[in-house]
């Protein structure tokens, strides 16, 4: 198989287009293309904490399977929701033989999953298989002068067992912010979290939350701000439409996918980027991108 | 014509002697049961008849439209009137075929856990619960395509553990995709225009203004299937 095999999750196929567009086209620039699972379901969208509830691992266990019926070894995630979900459903299920056999038995008509399959994020396959000396070679619209900041929130570096690095002051966003060319920002609140699901029914929470990681993040010199949650992303983009109405003084930073700041560089098609960051890379040739069907 | 040999069936936990060979919906009437609901067109079309048993030995109920599948010795049959589901109410000239719409009529989707006990009930062998899933993320085209054969028998909805109404979410899929991404047919429009036309005014006229028991006569000599 010719590529990896990848796990979309359902918001990068309704809010969140831009970041699957973006992903799959610098993959094919980098030669490991994404091969979409032909069959998923919903990750479980969150991992359940308590111990008996085995129900709530299903989905996930479904998706590996998926997973191990293409004869993948690992499954790549974008999201990074889903990757905390199905990577905590993962080991949970591998070191527990028990529940595993429990899932197994219910989940009749389908293979047993055999526990083989490893969980990975895109950021983890960019930074240790293809490396950002390799993805710096291939930048052909360096973004010079732009300072971006990283923010990681909860479910990319949390908890550790699943974390793709440091969970208190992760490098590899600043890593990938650097090879691009750009200036990686560090802040205070980068691995904070927006607020999550709490956006549905207290949303002043959210709002106050985002604009902490918002305000904090341009103290520090961000002109830009990317993530790897759509979550994150919609939260702190609503947030910011309320903030503009509220606050006479505050402006608005973009906040895209780490994968639409990859494309960018590499030239290849990143989705609908916010006018803002063409203002914001005065002076650079940004490739004009077609509008999707957003 | 020699006499099919006699097989033990038990109804509702009772114990009958029918022939072999015959449809769960047969074997019952044999026994002297009588469908007045729960039995429709007898051809595996109409999804009136589905219905729940249990082979012998086996611990797992079983799925089908009781017209279709063959009674064996020793299999245990009930019957299934209606599936009492509640369908949302919206006026489909009204609604656009947005990525939320059937979230917003049937937002108890979003409680699917992926046990896939609905595609296992499913006696048209639809992947049920991989169009809920579809439909989850607002791709009301995979979920028109998967749920395409559905006879709204309900069976699905009979066993999920979320209480999801799962055909009639696919239900209001199809008429999405029906009216916002797939093109009117040729025969649909040319029937309109026939219709439009008065082709068939006189037959209606002359339904509507029948007495009863001409009526009753009219409907006892119809054809239902034709002749070879």
Known sequence: ??????????????????????????????????????????????????????????????????????????????????????????????????????????????????????????????????????????????????????????????????????????????????????????????TECCGSYQIVDRRDLVINRSYRILSSAQRAGAQVLITACPLCQYNLDEAQTELAERLPDYTSIPVLYFTQAIALALGVEAGTIPDLLAESLVGQEIPKKEETTR | MKQNKMIKIFIMGKAYQVPAGLTIMDAMEYAGYRFIRGAGCRSGFCGACATIYRKAGEYRFEFALACQEMVEEGIHL????????????????????SENVLLQYYPEIACCVSCNTCTKACPQDIEVMDYIQAALRGDIKQVTELSFDCIQCGLCSMRCPADIKHYHVAQLARRLYAKSASPTPQHLKDRIKEIEA?????????????????LKERYAARQIEPTT
Request: aromatic share 8%; glycine share 6%.
């Open chain 2, 78 to 97: 009930a019957q299934l009137p209606f599936t009492p589901a509640p369908r949302a109410g919206y006026i489909l000239d009204d609604l656009d075929a």
């Open chain 1, 1 to 190: 198989m010719k590529g990896i095999a990848y796990f979309p999750g359902c918001s990068l196929k309704e809010t969140a287009k831009d970041f699957e567009i973006s992903a799959i086209a610098v993959m094919d620039a980098l030669g490991i293309p994404l091969i979409e699972l032909k069959r998923w379901n919903c990750c479980g969208t969150v991992f359940s904490l308590t111990s008996d509830d085995l129900m709530h691992h299903i989905a996930s266990v479904r998706n590996l399977i998926r997973a191990q019926e293409m004869e993948s070894p690992e499954v790549v995630v974008l999201c990074s929701m889903c990757f905390n979900t199905l990577k905590r459903v993962s080991l949970r299920v591998n070191r527990d033989e028990e529940s595993l056999t429990k899932i197994n038995a219910f989940m009749n008509k389908e293979l047993d999953y055999a526990g083989e399959v490893e969980v990975k994020h895109l950021l983890e396959i960019l930074r240790d298989r293809i490396g950002w000396e390799q993805v710096s070679e291939k930048v052909i619209h360096p973004l010079d002068g732009v300072s971006i900041a990283a923010y990681y929130g909860c479910t990319l570096v949390r908890p550790h067992e699943v974390g793709i690095d440091d969970t208190e002051t992760p490098t590899v966003l600043q890593e990938m912010i650097e090879s691009l060319g750009a200036t990686a920002v560090s802040f205070p609140f980068q």
């Open chain 2, 198 to 214: 008065g082709k068939f005014s006189d037959e209606l006229e002359e339904l509507t203004t029948m007495n009863l028991d001409e």
